[in-house]
């Protein structure tokens, strides 16, 4: 219980200590926003390690290699729990935003922070809101910035991975951009298992071989979704 709490102190003191640096980065991001981005990353990455070292996460990588370099990606990966990011995020390569749920927005500070690393915020209740975000993320990752999403919606209760929503699949397909899957065990173990205890954890995150969307037939495109669930299956553990 004492590592969650504390985990949860240096989030809130880090969005705290930090306004003074978000004012910057903001400033810094209407004269060059790639500094602005790649300043933010470094920031994020620092707490979300600080975080897992508190926890006192394992966490065991595999297929990193396969991550392409110097161009943006879509990330797709199993949702379990919300350290699914914490755990990921560092892992990344390049300037990434993640698509999350809308109620996140209304966090004050973290909503800043989640803007400087180019995050999209779904609202699931309104089509015209989720089209939206597609589009905001077709135009992020044309400009050079990765993107990560959850298919699956919302965070499995089982550990089992849920039916992947097809219109994710949009950002790829549109921008011809190398779809990773990612393949997420065991963080639903770290709190939400037996809240509100922290256990440590052996966390494992595969990073399958990239597929690229203009080298597949249009049948192939139509089952896209199914595919990459198949694909994240295949690398769990």
């Known amino acids: 219980m004492i590592r969650a709490l ?13 306004i003074p640096v978000i004012i910057i980065l903001f400033i810094v991001r209407k004269i060059n926003r790639p500094l602005a981005d790649k300043i933010s990353r470094g920031f994020i990455v620092f707490i979300f390690t600080l975080i897992r070292l508190t ?15 110097e161009k943006s990606v879509l990330y797709i990966g199993n949702h379990l729990s919300i350290f699914d990011i914490v755990m990921t995020y ?11 749920k809308k109620e996140l927005k209304k966090i004050p500070l973290l ?4 803007d400087l690393i180019e995050c999209e915020f779904l609202d699931r209740s309104s089509l015209k809101a989720g089209l939206k975000m597609i589009t905001n993320s077709i135009d992020k990752v044309n400009d050079g910035i ?16 849920g039916e992947f929503k097809g219109g994710s699949f ?26 509100p205890f922290v256990k440590t954890t052996d966390v494992y995150i595969t990073f399958g071989k990239p597929i690229y969307p203009d080298e597949l037939s249009r049948e192939e495109i139509k089952r ?7 694909t994240i299956i295949s690398l769990r553990k």
Request: neutral net charge; hydrophobic residues 40%; charged residues 20%.
């Open 90 to 100: 560092p892992l990344f390569k390049g300037v990434t935003g993640f698509v999350a």
């Open 170 to 195: 949009k950002i790829a397909t549109r921008t011809k951009c190398p779809i990773v899957p990612v393949s997420i065990q065991n963080t639903q173990n770290i709190l939400r298992t037996h809240i």
């Open 55 to 69: 926890l006192t996460t394992r966490v065991h990588v595999d297929g990193q290699e396969n991550i392409p370099e």
């Open 111 to 114: 909503n800043f922070w989640m």
């Open 146 to 161: 990765s993107m990560c999403i959850f298919p699956e919606g919302t965070r499995s209760k089982t550990g089992e991975i």
């Open 224 to 230: 896209l979704d199914t595919d990459v669930k198949e």
């Open 6 to 18: 504390l985990a949860a102190l240096e989030a809130v003191l880090f969005c705290i200590i930090t």
